[in-house]
């Protein structure tokens, strides 16, 4: 399967714990996006990664949030501190370079469920 | 903040009939549009997209249609199956974005009856 990947696919938490999750965009793909999404609403943006760089960061993105792309391949999002309204749909996406018209393909998903 | 909106929330056809899915979005700077569809459990899948240059485009059972005059935006589904139920988002690029990021509406459910 060469689609976008996440890993892991649930991740249950106690308030105040860290968290990471791990993304793998389809290999020819330079543009990494992370968006949140939860129950019964559209995803939403929360940064943008061009190769290692980390380009755009969304107000949601609070100070808990850090977001990793070392090597311009794979992308790590961490949340420290989690906090009940952390709860949500992680969802990864990557793009091919060039135009920005061109569709984002997204991965599975990680469902965060922090008790 | 702007942000697109879908008109209903939840959509019930026939298996068989023609299923149109609308969005009204407010950015009329706004210059690419995509549909996607995203069942339980699972990432949102691409289905179309449009440019803002264009009023309608086609892809297979599928049709977008694009109306900038009213900020108006819709999916046809030809010979609805039932495993086109799902829940279909749009998703807007702002046009001052660099990143292509996407702006996405609420999203309405399709159930589709056999």
């Known amino acids: 399967d060469t689609g976008v990947s996440q890993d892991p696919r649930h991740k249950i938490t106690k308030r105040g714990q860290n968290v990471t999750f791990r993304c793998d965009p389809i290999?020819?793909?330079?543009?990494l996006y992370w968006y949140r999404q939860t129950l019964g609403q559209g995803p939403e943006f929360l940064t943008y990664f061009q190769n290692e760089a980390q380009l755009e960061k969304s107000r949601l993105l609070s100070d808990r949030f850090s977001a990793e792309r070392p090597k311009g391949s794979f992308s790590t999002l961490e949340i420290q501190r989690t906090e009940q309204g952390d709860s949500a749909m992680y969802l990864c996406?990557?793009?091919?370079?060039?135009?920005?018209?061109?569709?984002?393909?997204f991965g599975p998903g990680t469902r965060l469920t922090v008790l | 903040g702007e942000s697109v909106g879908l008109h209903l929330p939840t959509l019930s056809v026939q298996e068989g009939d023609n299923s149109i899915i609308n969005c009204a979005y407010s950015n009329s700077a706004s210059d690419y549009f995509i549909w996607y569809k995203q069942e339980s459990g699972k990432g949102p899948q691409f289905i179309i997209d449009?440019?803002?240059?264009?009023d309608k485009r086609q892809g297979q059972r599928v049709t977008v249609l694009l109306n900038k005059t009213v900020k108006h935006l819709s999916l046809q589904i030809a010979a609805t199956q039932p495993g086109d139920s799902a829940v279909y988002f749009c998703a807007e690029k702002p046009g001052s974005s660099n990143t292509g990021k996407l702006i996405f509406g609420q999203g309405t459910t399709l159930q589709v009856k056999p």
């Open positions: 996406a990557s793009r091919a370079s060039g135009f920005s018209y061109n569709e984002q393909f």
């Open positions: 449009i440019r803002s240059n264009m």
């Open positions: 290999s020819e793909h330079n543009r």
